[in-house]
């Protein structure tokens, strides 16, 4: 198999690239990716020499670029997107761009190209927000978008899933729900939380810290999205979640445990505006269609991941500094 890989160079997708070529280590992987904020090479660097993984530096709002990338490629996984809630709120253009215009492209691409197999990855926050006794999100669930991120997320699985009716396109859509790990950029909640711990600062908790969301562990996302891509049926949607909902204050007391701090370190800010209450997902469909859950507790992953940010400081010190993206100015322009 030849995987065309987006937004690879991103938290989620520099997971995947790993999780991919570690268990099929016979493919093909490339990682078209723009190099934007949240895109950082560093997230590759053990596998850059590999015969089997190829970089390729572009927008996929560059119909050209993509057209040409996507030849002789057997599956395309698509993460690129613009992603922080709080960005597309300041400003939202560069969501609708990228994440509704950027996945038409990709689909164009997929679709003139002999249709492609192509699975988007999508989010659980199209969905809207929960009361406290709401059942979980699932397939079923009517989209209720609330954010400029939801409302672009939401444009792209409706652009998917009428490719798939209008042009027979063999698509596949996950909602997923929040997932943490290693590489992930240090702007949203668990790796800001530690990474400020780490540096003295004060952690930020919108509101009364009391907005719940559903964690998953990269991994166990990424597993889901190999076992869509094997035993999905064509032209369906996932809801992959972790089972583990907690309101942020209880993780961030958790994080400020771990790495031995005080609670005189949380600091309650003003609320994000249109802040969704609560996140949680019923993963059912996946469990008995394709044999997946999520295997990764809640307490060990959140152990393991803060542990990576401590043994890791170089990598998150250069992406807060910006170090990163001068380098990469230079050697790409
Ligand atoms: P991220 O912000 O860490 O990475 C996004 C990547 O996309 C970066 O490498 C960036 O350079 C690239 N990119 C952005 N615009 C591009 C463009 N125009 N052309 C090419 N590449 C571009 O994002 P993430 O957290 O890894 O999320 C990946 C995907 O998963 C997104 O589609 C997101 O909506 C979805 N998702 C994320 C979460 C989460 O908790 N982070 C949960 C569910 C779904
Ligand atoms: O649900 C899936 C989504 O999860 C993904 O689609 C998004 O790409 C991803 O960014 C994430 O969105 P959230 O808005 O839930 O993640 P974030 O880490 O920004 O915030 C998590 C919660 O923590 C949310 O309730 C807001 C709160 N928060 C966040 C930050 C950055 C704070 O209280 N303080 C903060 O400084």
């Given at each position: 198999?030849?995987?065309?890989?987006?937004?690879?160079?991103?938290?989620?997708?520099?997971?995947?690239?790993h999780y991919w070529l570690q268990n099929h280590?016979?493919?093909t992987v490339v990682n078209f990716d723009a190099l934007t904020y949240a895109g950082n090479l560093e997230n590759l660097k053990d596998i850059e020499g590999n015969p089997n993984y190829q970089f390729i530096k572009g927008d996929i709002c560059d119909k050209e670029?993509?057209?040409?990338?996507?030849?002789?490629?057997?599956?395309?996984?698509?993460?690129?997107?613009?992603?922080?809630?709080?960005?597309s709120i300041m400003d939202s253009a560069a969501f609708l761009r990228t994440n509704v215009l950027g996945t038409l492209n990709m689909l164009e691409a997929a679709r003139n190209n002999g249709n492609i197999r192509f699975h988007h990855i999508s989010t659980d926050e199209v969905f809207g927000a929960l009361g406290p006794s709401d059942?979980?999100?699932?397939e079923r669930t009517p989209y209720d978008p609330r954010s400029p991120y939801s409302a672009s997320k939401a444009g792209s699985d409706h652009l998917v899933r009428a490719y798939f009716h209008t042009h027979g396109l063999p698509i596949t859509i996950s909602n997923?729900?929040?997932?943490?790990g290693p590489y992930m950029f240090p702007e949203k909640l668990i790796p800001l939380f530690v990474t400020n711990l780490i540096?003295?600062?004060?952690?930020?908790?919108?509101?009364?810290?009391?907005?719940?969301?559903d964690w998953i562990h990269v991994t166990d996302h990424n597993r889901g999205v190999e076992m869509i891509l094997q035993k999905g049926k064509i032209g369906e949607t996932y809801c992959l979640g972790g089972n583990a909902e907690k309101p942020n204050i209880e993780i961030t007391k958790l994080i400020v445990a771990h790495l031995?701090?005080?609670?005189?370190?949380?600091?309650?800010?003003t609320d994000r505006p249109g802040h969704d209450r609560r996140y949680a997902i019923d993963?059912?469909?996946?469990?008995?269609?394709?044999?997946?859950?999520?295997?990764?507790?809640?307490?060990?992953?959140?152990?393991?991941?803060?542990?990576?940010?401590?043994?890791?400081?170089?990598?998150?010190?250069?992406?807060?500094?910006?170090?990163?993206?001068?380098?990469?100015?230079?050697?790409y322009g």
């Open positions: 198999m030849k995987l065309l890989i987006t937004g690879g160079a991103g938290f989620i997708g520099s997971n995947f690239i280590p016979e493919d670029l993509v057209n040409e990338a996507v030849k002789g490629v057997d599956a395309i996984v698509h993460f690129a997107a613009e992603t922080h809630v709080d960005r059942p979980a999100f699932n997923c729900s929040n997932n943490y540096e003295g600062k004060p952690v930020p908790v919108y509101g009364d810290g009391m907005q719940v969301r031995g701090k005080g609670e005189e370190m949380i600091e309650y800010v993963f059912s469909k996946a469990k008995h269609e394709l044999g997946w859950e999520p295997q990764i507790k809640f307490a060990d992953g959140l152990a393991s991941t803060i542990d990576w940010y401590v043994n890791n400081e170089p990598w998150w010190r250069s992406v807060k500094s910006g170090e990163y993206q001068e380098y990469y100015q230079k050697q």
